[in-house]
């Protein structure tokens, strides 16, 4: 959080501390040409020895000479060796009236923060006299300390005293500016401490200072309140506009020392334009129209020829455009603007400069997602395939993909991940895997002929089969089984594949499971007879790991159903003695399984054991699950997870028990009953974000459909009328598919994805038999929380009560992180009806709270356990896949309720922090225990 | 560039590695410009600034970055103030 001083070997980092999480910190390296290390060392250590002599003197020493000690062990401190003595002398320091005294002294103790109580009440006093001084200089120093420092503290001790002096009419401009960002460090550290109050108002009038400096310090200041408090400072904006319409229209020459390479105050610009991303465009016309004339005028000054040929003039030029274009991304209103932004993007992509490119193609990325600018984005496709093959730079290259990723649609999609597979053999090492999982979503996403999303995965494990994950090549074998247009091709095309004489393990497994499902398809065919395929797989076998040799086990068991002939040939090999005696215990148990199963069940028992596997529940894409993981900062935990999901998942083809439980008859094409829909009529308003309530309502309905004629009757054809008044309120962006389309989906399948958002996603499965159907609901949990009183209820109104008779199940209240729950709804059909039931779900997400922290104490693995122990948990060992985390658990009993908590502790040694996790069912309990631990390590 | 949950802007003088560690939403030419102003403000404080300068009068360094970044912002951005402020501060020595 906030890192002192970093220092390896010859080369030495002096922080200059401005650190804090969230901004800049400051660093110099400067490579200092030394003498030998150990002269150096014994050179400090007689420098420390003869310090610390002259402080436990008797003598008391003159400001002059403290001042050269603390200087002196400053300096040793910087060199990267540790200083535990000096602190007193410091402070001392800083109740000298010289200036010069004064600045070490602060100067010390912003660098060697150090937490001993009595010494901070001491900083405080003289810090609170400094301020109180007048002396500009004086309480520059002592703001100048608190905004380094910014420890509770302190924030404790000043954070109402800043802002009087911040809005107080007698106050320097330089004060003003140094308590602007004091303040803004104390809110960012402890934002309960800093009270709102009428001084808001008047530093919101700060931006019309005529000091740029201080309107500068304000900017930063109110952009940060105002992204957690937006109604207050509401009346920044059309401040912000008005002082950024004076900037960009004033001549170069008009601001004078703001004039930077004659780009007219450029960070404030970049400032003044980031505050405006706090807020929606503006609803005052006249404000808008402003605004909109500034974004004008800067995207015309791209196109001046520039005023000086430096490199400084055009970045300063650049950084005010490309937060101008950030702007309007963030409006995402004025189509005219959007495409001026990407035609000028459009031409830095061919820019010499290499930042320039960067920059280009990442804000392009964010372009491609409006609906205004997707279009204009797309014009520039040959471009950015250039770019792939050419780029020198891989920081570049890497944002190529990104875009090509974004601005991907069906139009183009055969061709983007064509290019995109043709690079991927030329790819960096780093990004390889990224590149596979991107391919694997778009053909997927895309795929209109799903023959071309067989070869395209196909291709890629054959480029890149290191780089593609399980997630990938299980999504593949879902796919294939939930379509059956392509269950023959895939087939044949894995065959083909397997023909290469050294192929890929990922390919033999893709093929293994294929085959085992499908090779009767291509049995007739008598290049690929059932004996050339068990043939051809069974070579490759000896060179495969254990678990792919345990996935060929299973295809050869279903062989022996597919095809009854070469039954003698499969048993031949799982009798042989490097299957049957196999050291590995699960090749051994299933060939031995295997063996017997074949020889004493009957052809029905093993066609029904070894029965195609039913169609997957739609769901979210594992594999798009990954690459959020991989792109936000997920936790190692959350993957695990989805991984062990999707083998359970996986084994349901090894296991012959759950096979047959869940080989359910397949719906007969000529249904006596049939429709079903559902529609997601959504009023969920996304989740309250300031307020901490968490309860996200998604109302949903869905339906049964009408039964035209007499239940029995041997030649129903319904027709469902659909509910088509329900209004879809939610943002298009919430829903991954439109909620409209996938209800009326229903209408002619029984299967499918109803609902889909980033929180929850919800499939339905169903069977009909005359006026009787049974759904299944999915339910699946698309985020890495808990979820809490998960209550879905299916509501008829009254009118389709006396029609329709449903039962519901109840479902477990708690939906674990990525897991899936199942709901069984019975339905009768009494009569034919209209109106669709409405499927409501509640739900409040696990209540969470995280802190990270820096160590207080030695990191010390024992004591930290017998921390946790003693704070009454019980302590899990070997449950983190991290063996350096604590992960502890227990219960807190009160008269009327017991809470369950979770904890997890995660040490950063190198850093010296810790991460702090706490999960309990309740909120408030999080957060309190969350305090009281952060304080303990 | 991009580094942990931030990214890390740098400029090379030399032998010297600037580096200003940022958000990743933080405009980053803006903070590259930063740094060339924040150089040339020493440049001008210390006449044709080299690393010994740097070394040497490291509290004065500090000044200098307190007086044009604090609280992990920019604050002054004019470099004749800045210049303004320090001589002062230095008459006061």
């Known amino acids: 959080m906030f890192t002192n001083v970093c220092f390896c070997l010859g080369l030495k980092m002096v922080q200059v501390a401005e650190g804090c999480p969230k901004h800049s910190v400051l660093i110099c390296v400067l490579f200092i040409s030394g003498k030998s290390k150990e002269a150096e060392i014994k050179r400090i250590n007689k420098e420390l020895a003869n310090i610390r002599s002259k402080f436990k003197g008797d003598k008391a020493l003159d400001g002059y000479s403290k001042k050269k000690y603390v200087c002196k062990l400053l300096f040793i401190f910087l060199l990267g060796h540790d200083i535990d003595f000096g602190h007193m002398e410091a402070v001392n320091l800083l109740s000298s009236n010289r200036y010069t005294e004064k600045q070490i002294g602060y100067l010390f103790i912003s660098v060697l923060v150090n937490s001993n109580s009595e010494l901070i009440r001491l900083i405080n006093n003289a810090i609170k006299n400094d301020l109180a001084s007048r002396n500009p200089t004086f309480m520059g120093l002592a703001l100048h300390c608190i905004a380094n420092v910014g420890s509770r503290e302190m924030a404790e001790a000043f954070a109402g005293e800043i802002p009087k002096i911040l809005v107080a009419g007698d106050t320097m401009d330089s004060v003003k500016q140094s308590a602007a960002l004091c303040l803004l460090r104390l809110y960012r550290t402890s934002p309960d401490l800093v009270p709102m109050g009428d001084w808001t108002s008047r530093v919101v009038h700060l931006l019309n200072d005529q000091h740029l400096g201080v309107v500068t310090a304000a900017t930063s200041l109110i952009t940060t309140l105002a992204q957690k408090n937006p109604e207050e400072f509401k009346t920044s904006v059309s401040l912000a506009v008005s002082r950024l319409s004076r900037i960009v229209t004033s001549a170069s020459t008009d601001l004078q020392d703001y004039t930077y390479y004659f780009v007219p105050a450029p960070w404030l610009s970049v400032k003044l334009l980031r505050l405006l991303q706090c807020y929606p465009p503006p609803e005052d016309p006249a404000v808008r129209g402003r605004l909109t004339e500034c974004l004008e005028t800067i995207l015309n000054k791209a196109q001046e020829p520039p005023k000086s040929k430096k490199v400084q003039h055009s970045n300063a030029k650049n950084a005010v455009l490309f937060e101008a274009i950030s702007l309007i991304i963030h409006h995402d209103s004025e189509p005219n603007l959007l495409v001026r932004a990407c035609n000028q993007l459009g031409q830095f992509l061919q820019h010499r400069e290499t930042n320039l490119r960067y920059l280009a193609l990442e804000s392009m990325c964010t372009l491609a997602s409006s609906e205004f600018s997707h279009e204009a984005v797309k014009t520039h496709i040959e471009t950015v395939i250039n770019a792939l093959k050419t780029e020198r730079d891989v920081s570049v290259r890497q944002r190529a993909v990104d875009l090509l990723y974004a601005m991907c649609d069906r139009s183009n999609a055969q061709q983007i991940v064509a290019e995109m597979l043709n690079y991927l053999e030329t790819a960096d090492y780093s990004i390889r895997e990224e590149i596979v999982l991107k391919v694997a979503i778009l053909a997927e996403k895309y795929a209109v002929d799903y023959t071309w999303y067989v070869d395209t995965i196909l291709n890629l494990i054959r480029i890149a089969g290191d780089y593609v994950s399980e997630e990938v090549w299980y999504r593949v074998i879902q796919i294939v089984i939930n379509r059956d247009d392509v269950q023959g091709y895939a087939a044949k095309t894995v065959f083909e594949a397997l023909q290469a004489p050294a192929c890929h393990e990922n390919l033999v497994k893709v093929g293994g499971y294929i085959l085992g499902e499908f090779g009767n398809l291509i049995a007739g065919d008598p290049r690929s007879s059932p004996l050339i395929q068990f043939n051809l797989l069974h070579s490759k076998f000896h060179l495969c790991s254990v678990p792919t040799r345990a996935l060929l086990l299973s295809t050869y068991i279903k062989f022996v159903n597919l095809f009854p002939e070469i039954k003698t040939t499969i048993q031949d090999v799982l009798r042989s003695d490097s299957q049957l005696k196999n050291a590995d215990v699960e090749l051994q148990q299933r060939a031995v399984e295997y063996l017997r199963l074949s020889t004493i069940a009957s052809t029905d028992i093993l066609a029904t054991v070894l029965e195609e596997m039913p169609p997957f529940p739609e769901r979210e894409s594992s594999i798009l699950a990954k690459l959020k993981k991989k792109k936000g900062p997920g936790t190692v935990t959350d993957l695990e997870e989805i991984k062990k999901e999707r083998s359970s998942d996986m084994n349901g083809s090894a296991e012959p028990a759950s096979v047959n439980a869940s080989a359910v008859s397949t719906p007969s094409p000529s249904a006596d009953l049939l429709g079903l829909g559902a529609a997601p009529v959504t009023n969920s308003a996304p989740p309250p974000s300031s307020s901490g309530s968490l309860l996200v309502d998604v109302f949903s309905d869905s339906a049964s459909a009408v039964a035209p004629l007499a239940p029995g009757s041997d030649d129903n054809f319904a027709s469902p009328d659909l509910a088509s008044s329900e209004v879809v309120s939610e943002e298009p962006a919430d829903t991954v598919h439109d909620a409209d389309e996938l209800f009326h989906k229903f209408v002619c399948k029984n299967n499918g994805v109803l609902f889909e958002n980033q929180l929850l996603q919800i499939g339905l499965k169903s069977e009909f038999r005359q006026n009787l159907g049974r759904m299944f609901i999915f339910y699946g949990n698309k985020t890495s929380t808990q979820f809490l009183n998960f209550t879905p209820t299916v509501i008829c109104s009254d009118d389709l009560q006396s029609s329709l008779n449903l039962q519901t199940k109840p479902v477990d209240p708690t939906v674990d992180g990525g897991a899936q729950v199942q709901q069984v709804v019975n339905i009768e059909c009494v009569s034919d009806f209209m109106e669709a039931p409405i499927l409501n779900i509640q739900f409040s997400p696990k209540q969470e709270v995280q802190n990270i922290f820096k160590a207080k104490h030695p990191m010390d693995a024992e004591i930290t356990k017998a921390k946790i122990i003693g704070f009454g948990s019980a302590l899990l060992e070997e449950v983190d896949p991290n063996p350096a985390n604590f992960v502890g658990a227990g219960i807190i009993h009160t008269k009327t309720t017991q809470i369950g908590c979770l904890l997890r502790l995660e040490p950063n040694l190198q850093a010296q922090m810790y991460r702090l996790t706490l999960r309990t069912s309740k909120e408030a309990v999080s957060q309190r225990l969350c305090e009281l631990l952060s304080e303990q390590f | ?93």
């Open chain 2, 1 to 93: 560039l991009p580094f942990r949950n931030f990214k890390i802007i740098y400029r090379r003088y030399a032998g010297l590695y600037f580096c200003i560690c940022v958000d990743v939403t933080d405009n980053n030419l803006a903070y590259l410009e930063a740094i060339h102003n924040f150089v040339e403000v020493l440049n001008e404080y210390f006449h044709n600034v080299c690393e010994l300068d740097l070394v040497f009068n490291f509290y004065k360094v500090y000044t200098v970055v307190d007086e044009m970044f604090l609280a992990g912002e920019i604050r002054e951005t004019s470099q004749t103030k800045v210049l303004k402020q320090l001589l002062m501060l230095q008459s006061l020595e």
